[in-house]
Structure formats: structure tokens, C-alpha cells
């Protein structure tokens, strides 16, 4: 390869540098929008009960007492015991998700009719955090019932028990009741940030346009003329695409790498460092598939086809990889769009930055990559032989 052609890539860019720049700020400014969306409509994400014990017995303190701050109950929780005029004044002020009453004569309704009478107030009836809320109440009231269940058998069996070894039984009975793994998991209700994830999709969008748009414009350093002449040499055109296509993804790679980092800063994603490798591989497979199948189509196809197989690519990445149309509403129903690479991709992009977490690697995925690497070696050593 002659390393002549690089420089006639690096000197047109050189001449017309405002034309990088108007891509840079560009894309820049689309992601920049959405991060700083993001950024201001981010809220404090936990859910704020408050507690209000009107009952006032040993059977309730200890409830209480076992419920703590929400921590063993389900993540996300703050929990609060309070008088229940400040609790209804807070939750008209908004300042509260909502409150549990455990009411007056509950634990002797317990002990007669195997009732918990406990109220729930909510700021509303319909909203995601109400429902979140009403699923709390069921999974603590089923644990609560289950623990006060135990307890009353206790009370049964062994009537001699004095009073400290009812209470030590009743606190063990709530704690291993209370503390169970798993009995309350939003994430089944509460989704992602919305704003969050197109920010991610902006991203991932961005970096393929900003690849499509640099590899058009550098093609505006070949003139039909040129083009015409370098076709009766052999190999020339294709060594002259393969320049392209590197000069290309040199500025894409630093493209990328800006993005990532300011919005890293910004948002404040959840992404460790730890999962670094897992992240470059990522970005690494994203844009080997862009510059072969880019690559592919612009030394086997031109005029019309060559627009046509750009745009379908374009169609797959922007509406079909989960970037637009979140991928899950293909499961099911086009196998096809729900595996195909971009889909992983921008899967995994999402569940690293937004959770810090790994999905599994799927075998195709590796497969497409051998198969577009092998393809475009095909076609560079036919084209060399033609």
C-alpha cells in the first residue's frame, strides 16, 4: 500500500477542515442536547415512604424496628416513621411517594380475626411509583402475615412462655420474615430513564453517521475524471476505498472516544472502569462491521445500488438495532432483527453504561464478524485477480 494515498486523504482534510469540524459539531451538539436533557431531568430515583404507627404496641414497635430504612426490604427505599399529620402534610406537599398506617388495634386484630389492618396513602392512584408502592405493601404485608403467623403458633404452643422470650421470639420471627432476598424487585415495574437510554442511542447513532458522512465527504476528493483514469490501473481503485475507509475510522476512534468520555462526566453513568476491556471490545466489533460492510458495498456496488444498500444499513443501525425501537418488540416475532450483531451491540453499549452490566455474548456475534471479514477478503483478492 502506498502510504501517498493516506496523505491525499490528510491534505484535502487539511484544506477543507471546517467540514470536519462542522461534523464534529454537529453530532456533538445532538448528543450534547440529549445529555443535558438528561442531566436536568435526572430526580433523586428512590421512593420516599413514610411509616406511622398508630397501634403503638410491642407487636408494632418491633415491626418497625425490623423494617428499619427499607434497606431490607427492597433497594432504593427510604423509609421514615412519623406522626401521621406530618406524613399527610408531606405527601400534599409531594415530598412523599407515599405512607403506610399501621392502625390503632391492629396487633389485637391480628390475635382474633388473623388481620393486619394496615392503610396505604398514596400521592396517587395511577402513577408507576403508586403501583411500585402497592406491590411494597403486598410483599411486606405476605411477609408480615407469614412472621405474626409463626409468632401466634408460638403463642400456642408454648402458652408458659414468660414475656422476654415471647418478645426475643417475635423479634427473631420479623427479622428472618422482613430480611428475606427478593421479596420486593422494582426493576420488573420501573424501567429505564428514558432520556438516559436515547442519550446512549444518540451515541451509538452518531458514531455510525459521523463514520457514513466523513467516508462520503473524503469521496469528494475523487473526481469522476480521477476515477476514470485510476480504473485502468490495477487495483487502484480499491487500495484508494481501503485508505478511505482507514483515514476514516482513525477519526471515528478519536470521535468516539470524545463522546464516551464528556458524556461519562455527565451523566454520571453506572459503568466501572473494571469492565474497560469489555467496553473497547464492544466499540472495537461496532466499528470493524461498519468499515467492512461500508467497505463491501462501496467496491461492489455503484450508482443506485450503492445508495440502496447504504440506506438499507442505515435502516438496520438507526431503526432496527434497539437504538429507536427497543429490540425486545422483535423477540418473538423477527428472529432475524432480534439477533442480528447491531442488536447485541447496542444492548450491551446500553446495560454497560446504564447498569454496568454484562449480557451474554452470543455466538453469532462472532460469526458475523468472521463472515464480513471473510467476505471482504474474497472480494479484495477477486477484484486483485480481475
Not at 73 to 93: D, F, S, T, V, Y
Not at 220 to 234: F, G, I, K, T, V
Not at 340 to 348: A, D, T, V
Amino acid at each position: 500500500m502506498n502510504y501517498k494515498l493516506f496523505n491525499i486523504y490528510h491534505s484535502f482534510l487539511y484544506k477543507k477542515w471546517y467540514l470536519l469540524l462542522y461534523l464534529l459539531l454537529l453530532f456533538a451538539t445532538i448528543v450534547g442536547v440529549m445529555m443535558v436533557i438528561t442531566y436536568t431531568q435526572t430526580k433523586d430515583e428512590r421512593f420516599r415512604i413514610g411509616l406511622v404507627d398508630n397501634d403503638q404496641s410491642s407487636e408494632t414497635r418491633l415491626i418497625l424496628k425490623s423494617i428499619g430504612d427499607g434497606k431490607s426490604i427492597g433497594n432504593n427505599l427510604e423509609l421514615k416513621q412519623m406522626p401521621e399529620h406530618k406524613a399527610e402534610r408531606l405527601l400534599k406537599q409531594n415530598k412523599l411517594d407515599g405512607y403506610f398506617v399501621l392502625d390503632k388495634g391492629m396487633t389485637d386484630s391480628f390475635y382474633k380475626y388473623g388481620t393486619l389492618p394496615i392503610s396505604v396513602y398514596t400521592y396517587d392512584k395511577s402513577s408507576v411509583r403508586s403501583v411500585v408502592i402497592y406491590q411494597l405493601t403486598d410483599s411486606v404485608y405476605s411477609r408480615l402475615m407469614l412472621s405474626m403467623g409463626g409468632i401466634k403458633s408460638y403463642k400456642v404452643l408454648y402458652p408458659e412462655a414468660s414475656r422476654e422470650e415471647m418478645l426475643e421470639m417475635m423479634t427473631d420471627m420479623l427479622f428472618i420474615g422482613l430480611n428475606r432476598n427478593g421479596a420486593f424487585d422494582e426493576q420488573p415495574v420501573r424501567l429505564y430513564n428514558s432520556y438516559a437510554y436515547y442519550t446512549v442511542s444518540a451515541i451509538f447513532i452518531s458514531i455510525y453517521l459521523f463514520y457514513l458522512s466523513l467516508f462520503s465527504v473524503l469521496k469528494m476528493n475523487q473526481e469522476h475524471a480521477l476515477l476514470d483514469r485510476l480504473s485502468l490501473l490495477r487495483f487502484s481503485i480499491e487500495k484508494l476505498t481501503f485508505a478511505r475507509s482507514i483515514v476514516t475510522l482513525f477519526y471515528t476512534i478519536s470521535f468516539t472516544v470524545f463522546m464516551l468520555l464528556i458524556s461519562n462526566m455527565m451523566m454520571n453513568y453506572k459503568f466501572e472502569y473494571y469492565n474497560l476491556q469489555t467496553l473497547i471490545m464492544i466499540m472495537v466489533i461496532y466499528l470493524i462491521l461498519i468499515s467492512g460492510l461500508l467497505f463491501f458495498i462501496e467496491c461492489c456496488f455503484t450508482g443506485m445500488l450503492n445508495i440502496l444498500f447504504k440506506a438499507i444499513l442505515t435502516i438496520v443501525i438507526i431503526l432496527f438495532s434497539g437504538a429507536t425501537i427497543p429490540s425486545v418488540y422483535f423477540k418473538g416475532h423477527n428472529d432475524f432483527l432480534y439477533e442480528q450483531p447491531f442488536s447485541y451491540i447496542f444492548n450491551q453499549l446500553v446495560e454497560l453504561l446504564l447498569n454496568n452490566y454484562l449480557i451474554d455474548q452470543p455466538g453469532y456475534l462472532w460469526l458475523y464478524l468472521v463472515l464480513s471479514v471473510l467476505t471482504a477478503f474474497i472480494i479484495w483478492v477477486w477484484r486483485y485477480r480481475r
